[in-house]
């Protein structure tokens, strides 16, 4: 098996699997605010769980670059995570799917600016990598008492390459 991923550019289609790609694309659906404010509406399937409730942080990370050395990743049972880039800068997405309680192959998204992303509850994921400064998210996720993260160290990192 193949230790490298090749990145491939952040598409609804491509990463509908994994969660939503929050974005201003194609007309908008309602006109608001006097006709002034194109909203895109309800673009996230959030879920905070039972006994759960939405909360925004903001995560200041460090800019990363390709190539990327991938060690680990990582998912929350309980809710759904969205991170929404507070600048226009691009960031790495790294996804892969659960096969039987473990990562599967992943995949790796490159954003383009003002796209942010909507993981879905129980996806395996990358740490935030911004892939410029400044490295600034609001992120939407859920906020509770139980335990919400689950790490997965793998035996051999993988590289992502652009």
């Excluded at 598409?11 to 994994?18: E, G, S, V």
């Excluded at 969660?19 to 006709?35: F, H, T």
Aim: glycine share 12%; charged share 20%.
């Amino acid at each position: 098996m193949s230790r490298e991923i090749r990145t491939e550019p952040l598409t609804r289609d491509a990463f509908a699997p994994f969660g939503d790609v929050i974005e201003a694309a194609g007309a908008p659906d309602k006109l608001i605010n006097q006709g002034l404010c194109g909203r895109h509406h309800d673009l996230a399937r959030l879920d905070f769980g039972d006994g759960g409730r939405a909360g925004i942080s903001v995560f200041d990370a460090k800019p990363r670059a390709l190539p990327y050395s991938l060690e680990m990743v990582e998912r929350h049972p309980e809710g759904s995570q969205a991170f929404v880039p507070m600048s226009l800068a691009s960031f790495l997405v790294i996804v892969a799917p659960d096969a039987g309680g473990a990562p599967g192959q992943p995949r790796a998204f490159v954003t383009t600016p003002g796209q942010g992303i909507n993981l879905l509850r129980g996806t395996w994921h990358g740490v935030l990598t911004p892939l410029e400064a400044p490295g600034l998210f609001a992120v939407i996720d859920r906020i509770g008492e139980t335990a919400n993260l689950e790490e997965h160290w793998f035996d051999a990192p993988w590289t992502v390459t652009g």
